[in-house]
C-alpha cells in the first residue's frame, strides 16, 4: 500500500499536477520529496535503526563475551587488525562493532521512550493549561519558569544517585526533565484553537471537555508534537550519553555508547579509536534524528512553499 | 518600565526560592544526612548520635529555614565530604568557572556572529550552507566527546595545548572551544534571520536607494539594529554555561564548580549539592532577567 501511494505520487503526471488538484497531504508529500534534508536524515536513520535493531538477529555476534587473549585489538584498518573484528576488540577482550551495534539498541530505547514520557507530561499539561487558562494556565506556566530554570545535567545527575540508577530510571527522570517544548507547543495551539468556531459548535451541542480536548483539540496540535517529539529523541539520546559517560547512567557492562566512550577514555594515548567509533555512531544517530526533525517541521507547516 | 521590572524581579524571587525548597526537599527527603555524616560502615547507634548531635532529627521545615536564613547570612553550611565550609568551597573554585564561562562565550561570539552574519548576507549561497550546516553538526556533537577527540587531536597526536588542569589560560582555551560550541547554533541562527530581516525592512532600502551600498550600510544601520537581541541571548547563553560547565571541567579535569557538583553528587556530599544546585539555577535566573529587561527596553511591547 505504502508502495502503491509512494509510486502514484512521484510518477511525472502527479508531479506536473497544478497545486490547486492538490490535496494537503500531497502537498506533504511533495514538500517531503523535495526536502533534501528530510530525506538524509530518513535515510541515515533508517540504515542506523536497521544495523542496530536487526543486523543482531542474523549475524552471529555477541557485545558481552570477553577473551582476555584478545585484548585492544586494533580495528581492520590500521595495521595488525583483521577481519574477524572489523572495530577491534576493547580492554575486556570483547568484540567492539558488537557492542557499537548493540548500543544502538540502548540509545534508541532511552530516547523513544523519555520522549515519550516528557510529550505525556507536557502535552497534557499544555492541553490543560491552554484550554481552561486564568489561574490554571498562571500555575502551570510557574511550573515552566521553574524548570526551565533549574541546571538540567547537575538535577538530573543528582536524582539519579538518589534512585539508583537503572534503564527505567534513566528514561523517566531524562523524561521528567525534558517536556518544556511541549508545554510551549500545545499550550499556544490550544489557546489559539479554543476560541475557533468549531470549538464553540462542539460546545454548544453540549460535547464533553475529554471528547473536544481528544477529538478536536489534540489532531490539530498532533504535527507539532510530531516534531518535538522527534527532535526531543535527539536530545534525550544525547543526556543519556552524557549521564553514562559521567557514570551516573546505564551501567556497565551494557553497551551504551556514553560507557563505551567512558571505558574507551582510558585508553585514550594508545588506542583512540575506542573513543572515537562510538562518538561517531552518536553524532550520527543524533543527526539524523535532528535532520529529520527539522525536515518534518518544515513539511508540515502550511506556511512552507514546495521546494 | 519599572512595573515591568519589579514583576519580573518578584517572580524571579519565587522562583528561586521554589527551586531552593524543592531541592532541599528532595534531597533530605530521599537521603539520609546522618548516614552521609556518619559513612557507610557505621553502626546503628553512631547514626542516631550523629543525628541527634547535627540536629537531623528535627523538622524538615524547621532546618530549611535555618538552612535558608544561613545562606542569606554567608553561611553555607559544612562539607562532610571535604571536611570544609561549603563557602570556602565555592570561593575557591567559582574563579576557574566564571573564567570557563566567559572564555567560552567569547568563543561562541567570535565564530557565531561573523557565520551569520555572512550567512545573511550571501543567503543560499555556499556560505549560508556551509553556516547552517556548522549548526546542525554542533547541536548534535556530544560535548563530553568533543572534549575527548579535541584533547586526542591538540594534546596527544599534536602535543600543542595540555591535556588537562587549569593553571594558566593556556588550559582553557580548549574547554571553551568545547563549552562554547554549544552555543553557536542559537546564536548564529538568531543573528542570521535578525540580519536577514533588517536587510529586507524598508529602511535599509532607503538608504540603498540614497547610495549607500556594501560593508557601509551593513556596518552603519543594518547591524546595529540586528545585534541588540543578539545580546539578550549571549546573556541567556552566559546562564546556561554555568551548569554546562560540569561535563567540560569533568573532561578537562578543571578544578571549578561542575567538578565540585559531580564529585559531591559521587561522594553523596548534600550540602554541597544542594548549594550548587541553588548557585547555579541563581546564576541563570539572573541572567535570564537580564535578558529580559534588555528585551522590554528594546521592545516596548513586551513591558505588558
Request: with cysteine; aromatic share 12%; charged share 15%.
Amino acid at each position: 500500500m505504502i508502495l502503491k501511494y509512494i509510486f502514484r505520487h512521484t510518477n511525472p503526471d502527479f508531479l506536473n499536477r497544478d497545486l490547486e488538484k492538490l490535496t494537503p497531504k500531497d502537498i506533504m508529500f511533495r514538500k517531503a520529496i523535495y526536502h533534501s534534508g528530510f530525506k538524509f536524515g530518513l535515510l541515515l536513520l533508517s540504515t542506523i535503526t536497521f544495523i542496530g535493531v536487526f543486523v543482531p538477529f542474523f549475524v552471529d555476534m555477541s557485545p558481552y563475551d570477553q577473551d582476555i587473549s584478545k585484548r585492544l585489538l586494533p580495528p581492520v584498518w590500521s595495521e595488525g587488525g583483521s577481519w574477524q573484528y572489523i572495530f577491534g576488540t576493547d580492554g575486556n577482550g570483547r568484540d567492539y562493532l558488537a557492542r557499537i551495534i548493540y548500543g544502538t539498541r540502548v540509545s534508541l530505547t532511552i530516547g523513544i521512550g523519555a520522549a515519550t514520557v516528557g510529550m505525556l507530561i507536557g502535552v497534557t499539561l499544555g492541553v490543560i493549561a491552554g484550554y481552561f487558562g486564568g489561574i490554571v494556565d498562571q500555575v502551570v506556566s510557574y511550573i515552566l519558569t521553574c524548570q526551565l530554570a533549574l541546571p538540567g545535567i547537575l538535577f538530573l545527575l543528582t536524582i539519579i544517585s538518589i534512585v539508583g540508577s537503572s534503564l527505567t530510571v534513566v528514561i523517566l527522570v531524562i523524561g521528567v526533565l525534558h517536556w518544556t517544548l511541549f508545554l510551549v507547543v500545545t499550550r499556544a495551539a490550544t489557546q489559539r484553537i479554543r476560541n475557533l468556531d468549531y470549538i464553540t459548535a462542539a460546545n454548544a451541542i453540549g460535547a464533553r471537555k475529554t471528547n473536544i480536548i481528544f477529538t478536536d483539540i489534540i489532531p490539530n496540535v498532533l504535527n507539532q508534537i510530531i516534531v518535538i517529539f522527534t527532535l526531543e529523541v535527539g536530545v534525550a539520546i544525547l543526556a543519556e550519553a552524557t549521564i553514562s559517560f559521567l557514570g551516573l547512567g546505564i551501567q556497565p557492562p551494557t553497551p551504551s555508547w556514553g560507557v563505551l566512550i567512558a571505558e574507551g577514555k582510558e585508553a585514550i594515548f594508545f588506542q583512540p579509536w575506542l573513543i572515537i567509533l562510538p562518538g561517531i555512531a552518536l553524532f550520527l544517530l543524533v543527526i539524523s534524528i535532528n535532520m529529520l526533525g527539522d525536515g518534518l517541521r518544515d513539511i508540515t507547516d502550511p506556511n512552507t512553499s514546495i521546494e | 518600565m519599572l512595573k515591568f521590572v519589579a514583576g519580573r524581579f518578584l517572580v524571579s524571587l519565587a522562583v528561586a526560592f521554589t527551586i531552593s525548597f524543592v531541592t532541599f526537599f528532595f534531597l533530605n527527603i530521599f537521603t539520609d544526612p546522618a548516614q552521609a555524616v556518619a559513612g557507610e560502615e557505621a553502626l546503628f547507634e553512631e547514626i542516631e548520635q550523629i543525628r541527634t548531635q547535627y540536629g537531623f532529627d528535627r523538622p524538615i521545615l524547621t532546618r530549611y529555614f535555618e538552612w535558608l536564613g544561613g545562606i542569606f547570612t554567608g553561611d553555607f553550611g559544612v562539607s562532610y565530604y571535604w571536611n570544609k565550609p561549603v563557602g570556602t568551597l565555592l570561593l575557591e573554585r567559582a574563579p576557574q568557572t566564571i573564567k570557563l564561562a566567559l572564555m567560552s562565550v567569547s568563543v561562541t561570539i567570535m565564530v557565531a556572529i561573523p557565520l551569520g552574519i555572512f550567512a545573511a548576507l550571501n543567503p543560499n549561497s555556499i556560505i549560508d550552507r556551509f553556516a547552517l550546516s556548522v549548526a546542525v553538526s554542533a547541536q548534535a556533537i556530544p560535548n563530553f566527546w568533543l572534549g575527548l577527540i579535541l584533547i586526542i587531536i591538540f594534546s596527544v597526536t599534536f602535543p600543542i595545548f595540555p591535556v588537562s588542569g587549569d593553571k594558566t589560560y593556556y588550559h582553557f582555551i580548549l574547554p571553551s572551544v568545547v563549552l562554547g560550541t554549544s552555543s553557536v547554533p542559537p546564536v548564529m541562527r538568531l543573528m542570521r534571520t535578525g540580519l536577514l530581516d533588517v536587510i529586507n525592512s524598508d529602511y535599509i532600502r532607503t538608504a540603498r536607494s540614497i547610495g549607500f551600498s556594501g560593508w557601509r550600510l551593513v556596518t552603519k544601520h543594518a547591524l546595529r539594529n540586528a545585534v541588540l537581541p543578539i545580546i539578550s541571548v549571549i546573556a541567556v547563553q552566559l546562564g546556561h554555561k554555568f551548569g554546562g560547565s560540569l561535563i567540560t571541567e569533568s573532561v578537562f579535569a578543571i578544578n571549578g564548580l561542575g567538578r565540585l557538583a559531580l564529585l559531591s553528587i559521587l561522594g553523596a556530599d548534600i550540602p554541597t549539592v544542594q548549594i550548587l544546585i541553588f548557585v547555579f539555577a541563581i546564576t541563570f535566573i539572573v541572567f535570564n532577567l537580564l535578558s529580559d529587561i534588555l528585551n522590554a527596553y528594546l521592545d516596548p511591547r513586551l513591558r505588558l
